[in-house]
């Protein structure tokens, strides 16, 4: 699979306001830290991509995870009960291409509690659109996954902490994008 590099250059203002089910989440991305996660979150975001999409993991005290389209045809109900989307099981989805990871290069790359971080296989440079919010302090998890947004108000990281497998992101709009 190609490795992309997104077209968008951050200018390390974006504010992405997620729109769930269960409310809405407020991040401040890390253009400069992580310009190519967030390029690409951006390019995303902007084309509707994750419109419909279901959050498909949830860990308690670990991560809720989304972005993943194969759950956009299946109802919260058949996300929670594990049944495979049309393109195949939720969590193996994605944009059709990779990025490049960031967490080496990331200076403030902590995964704190609401910190927004790209999910990937183990292989390095496969993330894409799969995305997950850490529901507490992870940092074993710096050395080997790309942080790219903070949760920006205790409004949005109790969002955070409310969703469930199954919650849809009914929209995601990008604040402050050149």
């Known amino acids: 699979m190609a490795v992309y590099t997104p077209e968008y250059q951050p200018n390390g203002n974006e504010v992405a306001v997620l729109h769930t089910s269960k409310g809405d989440?407020?991040?401040?991305?890390?253009?400069k830290d992580a310009p190519i996660h967030v390029g690409n979150f951006v390019e995303l975001?902007?084309?509707?991509?994750y419109t419909g999409i279901k959050f498909h993991r949830h860990e308690p005290g670990f991560v809720i995870q989304g972005?993943?389209?194969?759950?956009?045809?299946?109802?919260?109900?058949e996300v929670k009960a594990g049944r495979?989307?049309?393109?195949?099981?939720?969590?193996?989805?994605?944009?059709?291409y990779t990025i490049k990871g960031e967490w080496q290069t990331n200076p403030n790359n902590q995964h704190k509690d609401?910190?927004?971080a790209m999910a990937r296989t183990s292989a390095p440079d496969t993330a894409g659109s799969q995305f997950y919010f850490c529901l507490g302090p992870q940092s074993f998890l710096d050395a080997n996954y790309t942080v790219f947004g903070d949760p920006i108000d205790d409004e949005s990281l109790t969002v955070i902490h409310?969703?469930?497998?199954g919650d849809e992101i009914t929209g995601v709009d990008i604040e402050n994008a050149s």
């Not at 409310?162 to 497998?165: A, H």
């Open 162 to 165: 409310n969703l469930e497998k």
């Open 45 to 49: 975001a902007q084309k509707g991509y």
């Open 114 to 116: 609401g910190t927004l």
């Open 25 to 31: 989440i407020r991040v401040k991305l890390a253009g």
């Open 67 to 77: 972005g993943c389209p194969n759950t956009r045809e299946l109802s919260p109900d």
């Open 84 to 96: 495979p989307g049309p393109g195949g099981p939720a969590g193996t989805g994605g944009p059709g």
